[in-house]
């Protein structure tokens, strides 16, 4: 309503509110706005060797982007050089998330970066308002180029001997990328199984998806306070870095109990092979995507433990997927908080948000109801065993990467389910957790009732 003057009444003039997009469109959006020119890009001739259906390239953008590594084509002998640099940099744009990469090309040309896209970049990075974007995305890339020269240069150590300097630095540094990002792409057939006991090669790949997996935050908050102490770190960088070990040394040593004897998994090798290979399997099922034994051969009590692991990802605000180990944590200390009948979920004497439970809660939840109906649709439209269904559908929401043997396989619509999935592992916990993180605030409060549960 608008008075205007000299008039005896009040007249209501329509004003056109200029509508904003929320947050978790823009992410969305300029997710999408990566991956369809990618996924058009990888049809042209130029990018492969004998050609690319836009539903294989579709698949296969999508998997680099989301940092997943499923494929449906062999990619050392289906894509050209062109092709396999345009997949590291998509794998690139993936792992360090849309947001900083706009945020870096903005700084690079000296354009100014709107508050907003400043708030989009701290809270897909998980800082806090405070902190000066531009420093931490220079920190962050300088963190990037450091892991991934150091990851290239005891690759090439293997394989620039092996292959010649051109052929053996290209692999070293698209293996370099690939896991540093999580993404789990390989240029050979067979991944990494024929270096299944070389340390050099293992340990580096290792090393570099468990540096992308710790999360941007953890490594941002060790730079500012690792000279300070433990104790002055944030409660998230603690859960990391506690968790993440203890993690991997379960895993490793379920593994290897389950597998050991196994002669198509870790019962062909010594035991340094054996205890190497459970170990790089544990890591790698947590978002990396690798794998250096046959994922296929598993018992179904591996596979069980895989898919676990493959559940809980890697850190928030890392290059990895799944659920996060920190909402896993919460929602465990919020578990036991209840057995034990206290009203707090406490940590390192510090008092975890009722905000942050809730929200871990509704992440696992979704992601629940998000598997299931992937997994039903799967089965409508494949003729494949229930835990490779499974076992597929839990690597694609995870953005692991690992396959079971069903990718290779799959029908038309079988890829646009995973395709989906895919996207919706990237970017539904994100857009999930900003949408929670910002509670509308109603005065309008309904009196309390129980509700019988359990």
Not at 177 to 205: H, K, M, R, W
Not at 244 to 251: F, N
Not at 322 to 333: D, E, P
Not at 387 to 398: G, K, L, N, P, R
Request: aromatic share 10%; hydrophobic share 50%.
């Amino acid at each position: 309503m608008s008075f205007i003057p000299n008039r005896a009444m009040y007249v209501p003039i329509k004003t056109e509110k200029r509508k904003r997009w929320s947050e978790p469109k823009i992410i969305i959006f300029s997710f999408l706005a990566i991956l369809i020119p990618g996924a058009i890009l990888l049809t042209l001739p130029v990018f492969s060797v004998s050609g690319l259906s836009f539903v294989d390239a579709l698949f296969t953008a999508t998997s680099a982007i989301s940092v997943t590594g499923l494929g449906v084509v062999d990619t050392g002998t289906h894509f050209s050089t062109s092709g396999k640099v345009l997949l590291m940099i998509l794998m690139q744009i993936g792992g360090l998330g849309q947001m900083t990469l706009s945020a870096v090309l903005l700084y690079m040309f000296g354009l100014r970066v709107s508050l907003r896209q400043q708030s989009l970049t701290k809270e897909q990075l998980g800082q806090e308002k405070f902190i000066n974007i531009r420093l931490l995305v220079k920190h962050i890339i300088i963190f990037v180029i450091i892991c991934e020269l150091i990851g290239t240069f005891f690759l090439s150590l293997r394989w620039v001997p092996m292959m010649g300097w051109d052929k053996g630095l290209f692999t070293a540094v698209f293996h370099s990328i690939s896991a540093f990002n999580n993404a789990g792409f390989s240029l050979f057939s067979d991944n990494l199984t024929q270096y299944v006991d070389d340390p050099l090669v293992i340990i580096t790949i290792a090393m570099l998806f468990i540096l992308g997996g710790l999360g941007f935050t953890v490594i941002s908050d060790l730079q500012r306070n690792a000279h300070r102490g433990f104790h002055f770190l944030s409660l998230h960088s603690k859960i990391m870095i506690i968790a993440t070990p203890i993690l991997l040394l379960v895993g490793t040593v379920m593994i290897w109990l389950l597998e050991h004897d196994n002669m198509q998994t870790l019962g062909s090798l010594n035991t340094s092979g054996q205890w190497l290979a459970a170990f790089f399997q544990s890591a790698t099922v947590r978002t990396a995507g690798f794998n250096s034994v046959n994922i296929g051969a598993f018992t179904e009590p591996g596979l069980l433990v895989l898919m676990l692991l493959m559940l809980i990802g890697a850190g928030s605000t890392s290059t990895g997927g799944g659920i996060k180990v920190s909402t896993f944590v919460v929602a465990i200390l919020a578990t036991w908080s209840f057995l034990k009948q206290r009203d707090r979920v406490v940590l390192f004497k510090r008092t975890i948000s009722n905000q942050t439970v809730t929200k871990s809660l509704a992440i696992i939840v979704v992601s629940g109801i998000v598997l299931l109906i992937a997994m039903f649709a799967l089965m409508l439209t494949e003729k494949a065993p229930f835990y490779e269904v499974m076992f597929e559908t839990i690597s694609a929401f995870a953005t692991v990467g690992v396959t079971a043997g069903l990718s290779a396989t799959l029908s038309e619509p079988g890829k646009y389910i995973i395709i989906v999935v895919m996207i919706i592992g990237r970017l539904g916990p994100l857009t999930l957790a900003y949408m929670l993180a910002r509670p509308k605030p109603t005065l309008l409060v309904y009196p309390e009732d129980n509700v019988a549960a359990g």
